[in-house]
């Protein structure tokens, strides 16, 4: 799982990160009726510090089921993706196919909501 996480300082997002995996772990047993660890040790976090990281960030994230040789439909993001939804794409724009509201929370940050975009908008690969 890749997320980009927005956190005021490293103890509000170790105690996030950590309340995502407990809710992620108690759901997942509950669904494969089981008990015990889900997730093997710790969540790996990288600061981005610049927009060129923060681009990449980005296209890493959106394009990392075609990196993993999983289809993807022509035209559109990852479905398995929150991509769908991502206000960042030069040549797609959310047309309502899937109906479900988007999991994309609004950025808060300079760098996330405007900076990474000094380098274009994303393009959708083929």
């Not at 981005?48 to 681009?55: A, F, G, M, Q, S």
């Not at 035209?75 to 991509?83: I, K, L, Y």
């Not at 047309?95 to 994309?104: F, N, R, T």
């Not at 996330?112 to 274009?120: K, M, T, V």
Request: positive net charge; aromatic residues 12%; proline residues 4%.
């Amino acid at each position: 799982m890749h997320l980009i996480v927005e956190a005021s300082d490293r103890d509000a997002l170790s105690r996030g990160m950590n309340g995502l995996c407990v809710r992620l772990a108690r759901r997942l047993n509950k669904l494969w009726k089981r008990t015990g660890k889900v997730f093997a040790d710790r969540f790996h976090h990288r600061l981005l510090r610049t927009p060129k990281e923060v681009y990449n960030a980005l296209r890493y994230i959106f394009d990392n089921a075609r990196k993993h040789g999983r289809g993807t439909w022509k035209g559109r993001p990852d479905p398995f993706s929150s991509g769908l939804w991502f206000g960042g794409w030069k040549d797609y724009v959310h047309d309502g196919w899937v109906a479900v509201a988007g999991p994309i929370a609004q950025a808060k940050t300079w760098l996330l909501a405007q900076g990474w975009r000094r380098h274009g908008l994303l393009v959708l690969r083929p």
